[in-house]
């Protein structure tokens, strides 16, 4: 196990997304920031406090579960957990950044994707992402990237949040060790 990152770089990366997200969005009025559950969701909840600290203007945040709209649904178990999705305002013509902590074979973001188009029809949306660890499977691609970690694949990365782990830290795990 390695440690890739603690929690005073998780903040200056997390910090340095907002920057870019108000770089490319001079108006903040129809952005909104929707969170992959399960580390995604407070990663964007961060991040909205961000730039609401930096601009001064609130941008909603919402959460959306994805178990439902996984391809490897069964290969999951008979009774996988599904977590909250809360979209309580209309995203229809909306620019909405989904926020998700690894992106690695792209499968989630597609099922993200998939699940928000039921939600509405955005203008647009865009990809944020704290860790690009490579080695995707399908043509997807972060608009915003807070690390790209270049792993193998008998490599694990994860994130950790203290709203969740009591703790933030990113961290690389051989499979095989630690009980995978």
């Keep these: 196990m390695a440690k890739l990152m603690d929690e005073r770089e998780m903040v200056r ?7 870019e997200i108000l770089e490319k969005n001079k108006q903040t009025e129809d952005l909104i920031l929707i969170g992959i559950q399960r580390r995604g969701a407070p990663l964007a909840e961060r991040i909205s406090k961000l730039i609401k600290e930096i ?6 945040t919402g959460s959306l579960d994805i178990t439902f709209y996984r391809d490897d649904l069964t290969r999951i178990g008979y009774h996988p957990v599904v977590r909250d999705t809360n979209i309580l305002i209309p995203i229809d013509d909306k620019k909405v950044i989904l926020v998700d902590d690894v992106l690695y074979t792209g499968r989630t973001a597609r099922a993200a994707l998939e699940a928000l188009l039921d939600f509405g029809r955005p203008r647009k949306i865009e990809l944020l ?29 994860e994130v950790k949040v203290k709203e969740i782990d009591s703790r933030d830290e990113v961290i690389i795990i051989k499979k ?5």
């Design 129 to 157: 992402i704290l860790v690009d660890r490579g080695h995707r499977e399908l043509p997807i691609f972060p608009n915003y990237v807070g690390k790209n970690i270049p792993t193998s694949l008998e490599e694990m990365v």
């Design 13 to 19: 990366i997390l910090l340095r997304l907002a920057h």
């Design 176 to 180: 095989g060790k630690n009980g995978l």
């Design 55 to 60: 601009k001064g203007k609130e941008v909603p």
